[in-house]
């Protein structure tokens, strides 16, 4: 995680929605890029910016009184559907089910401000605009209960999404229903981008990088693993059609069929390939004796350890950084983001002689 400057977020979404609660897994970086795309930055990211760049923008950055309609209604109803099933199962420790409903509570966020259009309203009569600071700032409060309920799994972008909010110290409570927490007046921070694109040049160099020389996992060999490599492919692929004949999301069911593919490739070359004719069909295991699923292959253990204080250090920095570009990204003023440069120079300068330097070959951009 250090080394990929990755934020350490990134990493944990990734492997909280595919901890092995009921099943196998495996770590790959096509997996870790779709989480991030999809689910991050186009699910989650994507709400949050949006309602909140539209409340500094049209609204003065302060949350507007909300007047609730039927439709109203009946999006607080959906939302508090599924922030009981997060309740249930974070209770039930099935905590990879309970991550996955707050991004369903930031999707159905997503489709409340397309259907109302507050950009539209903005534009019209005063009972028009009125209606769109409503919206507005129902959406702010929305993104307030998207950061409490994300703080156990995602602690560091939960931190940086409450700042944005400023929301209060005593605001940040866990609530058995969706009920506003910024209050009407309340100014809200500065927003900008939680997250960014991981470029697929970058997959392929991180697969490079961690996977071995060719990219690639080494294929299973012995007739035992090749056994349990294919009841694995078999398992992944009855997940992936469970979840297309339920409607399931799309980045969801992409994240999967990613894995089946990384798994498929594990395979030795002539069995990758199916016979003429079977197209589509699964391959049962060989009449071999079962084993259990190889553990998955985890990234190398830096060659220093680095210390809990450090790491701590470290988390501290990558925060920093993430809000200064953010800052950057959000144009924010020059005073702002000299004040932000310094509090980042001050925590790497605490960091140990050897993790301070820079690597080579880079050139400008000077502090």
Same mark, same amino acid.
């Given at each position: 995680?250090?080394?990929?400057?990755?934020?350490?977020?990134?990493?944990?979404?990734?492997?909280?929605?595919?901890?092995?609660?009921?099943?196998?897994?495996?770590?790959?970086?096509?997996?870790?890029?779709?989480?991030?795309?999809?689910?991050?930055?186009?699910?989650?990211?994507?709400?949050?910016?949006?309602?909140?760049?539209?409340?500094?923008?049209?609204?003065?950055?302060?949350?507007?009184?909300?007047?609730?309609?039927?439709?109203?209604?009946?999006?607080?109803?959906?939302?508090?559907?599924?922030?009981?099933?997060?309740?249930?199962?974070?209770?039930?420790?099935?905590?990879?089910?309970?991550?996955?409903?707050?991004?369903?509570?930031?999707?159905?966020?997503?489709?409340?401000?397309?259907?109302?259009?507050?950009?539209?309203?903005?534009?019209?009569?005063?009972?028009?605009?009125?209606?769109?600071?409503?919206?507005?700032?129902?959406?702010?409060?929305?993104?307030?209960?998207?950061?409490?309920?994300?703080?156990?799994?995602?602690?560091?972008?939960?931190?940086?999404?409450?700042?944005?909010?400023?929301?209060?110290?005593?605001?940040?409570?866990?609530?058995?229903?969706?009920?506003?927490?910024?209050?009407?007046?309340?100014?809200?921070?500065?927003?900008?981008?939680?997250?960014?694109?991981?470029?697929?040049?970058?997959?392929?160099?991180?697969?490079?990088?961690?996977?071995?020389?060719?990219?690639?996992?080494?294929?299973?060999?012995?007739?035992? %693993?090749? =056994? #349990? !490599? +294919?009841?694995?492919?078999?398992? @992944?692929?009855? $997940?992936?059609?469970?979840? /297309? *004949?339920? &409607?399931?999301?799309?980045?969801?069911?992409?994240?999967?069929?990613?894995?089946?593919?990384?798994?498929?490739?594990?395979?030795?070359?002539?069995?990758?390939?199916?016979?003429?004719?079977?197209?589509?069909?699964?391959?049962?295991?060989?009449?071999?004796?079962?084993?259990?699923?190889?553990?998955?292959?985890?990234?190398?253990?830096?060659?220093?350890?680095?210390?809990? %204080?450090? =790491? #701590? !250090? +470290?988390?501290?920095?990558?925060? @920093?950084?993430? $809000?200064?570009?953010?800052? /950057? *990204?959000? &144009?924010?003023?020059?005073?702002?983001?000299?004040?932000?440069?310094?509090?980042?120079?001050?925590?790497?300068?605490?960091?140990?002689?050897?993790?301070?330097?820079?690597?080579?070959?880079?050139?400008?951009?000077?502090?």
């Amino acid at each position: 995680c250090i080394e990929t400057i990755i934020p350490c977020d990134i990493f944990r979404c990734y492997l909280l929605l595919n901890r092995p609660e009921t099943s196998d897994t495996n770590f790959t970086w096509d997996g870790l890029a779709l989480t991030n795309n999809n689910i991050l930055l186009n699910n989650l990211g994507n709400f949050t910016l949006r309602a909140l760049t539209f409340s500094k923008n049209s609204f003065g950055s302060e949350i507007s009184k909300i007047t609730l309609n039927s439709e109203d209604e009946h999006f607080i109803a959906l939302v508090n559907t599924h922030l009981a099933a997060y309740y249930k199962h974070f209770e039930a420790r099935l905590f990879s089910r309970a991550f996955e409903s707050v991004f369903s509570i930031s999707k159905i966020g997503n489709q409340y401000l397309q259907y109302n259009t507050p950009w539209v309203l903005a534009k019209g009569s005063e009972s028009d605009k009125a209606r769109a600071g409503s919206v507005i700032a129902l959406a702010s409060n929305l993104a307030a209960l998207l950061s409490v309920t994300l703080s156990p799994f995602m602690p560091t972008i939960a931190k940086i999404l409450q700042e944005q909010l400023a929301l209060p110290e005593d605001r940040k409570q866990f609530t058995d229903t969706f009920v506003p927490l910024l209050k009407t007046g309340h100014k809200i921070g500065t927003p900008f981008p939680l997250f960014s694109k991981i470029e697929d040049a970058r997959v392929a160099e991180l697969r490079s990088k961690f996977c071995g020389s060719d990219g690639s996992p080494a294929p299973a060999t012995t007739p035992g %693993d090749i =056994a #349990a !490599l +294919q009841a694995e492919i078999e398992k @992944q692929g009855g $997940k992936v059609r469970e979840l /297309k *004949a339920a &409607k399931g999301d799309p980045a969801a069911i992409k994240a999967e069929v990613a894995k089946l593919l990384e798994l498929k490739k594990q395979l030795p070359a002539e069995l990758q390939q199916p016979p003429p004719g079977t197209k589509n069909k699964k391959k049962s295991p060989p009449a071999a004796q079962k084993k259990e699923p190889s553990p998955p292959v985890k990234n190398p253990t830096p060659p220093n350890a680095v210390s809990a %204080d450090v =790491a #701590a !250090l +470290q988390k501290e920095i990558e925060a @920093q950084g993430l $809000k200064l570009r953010g800052l /950057k *990204a959000a &144009k924010a003023d020059k005073a702002t983001i000299d004040t932000e440069v310094k509090v980042l120079l001050a925590l790497k300068g605490k960091l140990p002689p050897e993790l301070q330097q820079q690597p080579g070959g880079k050139k400008g951009k000077k502090k």
